[in-house]
């Protein structure tokens, strides 16, 4: 039973215009939630994370957008660059304790 | 600042052989120590995850372990490698509040 779901295996956006990476969880004791970016044969690397007491953190050109009723988080990059191209995992954790990832989506982003 | 060390970055091994993968946090203590693998062409499951010396979680029953026997040394281990535990292992660690940071991984191919 997947608890984070990222429903889109990859994306493709233009360079300069908005890529938007969707994400939905099922366990409502979440209550952090967090986006790594992860180039191949790497380790992933935090981007950017939201508490469950806000719907909305925004870092430079990255803006997490989260709604909790409908256990929904989105990744918006603007404006997109192709070093952005990479593949971005979802992630939620209850308390701190252990981080459950999502399966991942590749985002290319074309010159 | 804090660093996490993995290594080997990677490894081949025969079937059959046992296995052993370290992983040292520098520049804190008593950090959250996690063990994640990464499947070709999937997302980031959870192997075991560890709140203190000798506290080991195993999320998923398999053929793998785990042991901390330092608060920054996270081990991972097998007496008899599989096939089908060939995989990209990443350690990560966190101060159980905030972000997961991760190490570069180990490519493991078993043959």
């Known amino acids: 039973d997947q608890q984070v779901k990222q429903n889109s295996p990859s994306l493709s956006v233009q360079e300069g215009r908005i890529s938007i990476l969707n994400c939905d969880y099922t366990?409502?004791?979440?209550?952090?939630f967090l986006w790594y970016k992860k180039y191949p044969a790497e380790g992933p690397t935090f981007l950017i994370s939201?508490?469950?007491?806000?719907d909305k953190n925004e870092d430079g050109r990255f803006t997490v957008f989260l709604n909790k009723s409908a256990k929904h988080l989105s990744l918006h990059i603007v404006p997109s660059q192709p070093g952005d191209s990479a593949v971005y995992f979802c992630a939620a954790t209850s308390y701190g304790q252990n981080f459950v990832f999502g399966p991942g989506t590749r985002l290319s982003v074309l010159p | 600042s804090q660093t996490i060390h993995q290594w080997p970055a990677t490894l081949v091994q025969p079937v059959g052989s046992p296995l052993s993968l370290e992983c040292t946090v520098e520049g804190t203590s008593n950090p959250n120590l996690y063990w994640y693998r990464q499947a070709a062409g999937r997302g980031l499951q959870l192997l075991f995850y560890?709140?203190?010396?000798?506290?080991i979680s195993s999320e998923v029953p398999q053929n793998l372990s785990a042991s901390r026997p330092q608060d920054r040394q996270f081990i991972l281990s097998s007496k008899k490698l599989l096939l089908s535990d060939s995989g990209f292992y990443l350690c990560?660690?966190?101060?159980?509040?905030?972000?997961?940071?991760f190490g570069q991984g180990t490519r493991l191919t078993v043959v």
């Open positions: 560890s709140v203190g010396i000798g506290q």
């Open positions: 939201i508490s469950s007491i806000k």
């Open positions: 990560a660690w966190s101060r159980g509040t905030a972000e997961a940071f």
């Open positions: 366990n409502s004791m979440f209550d952090y």
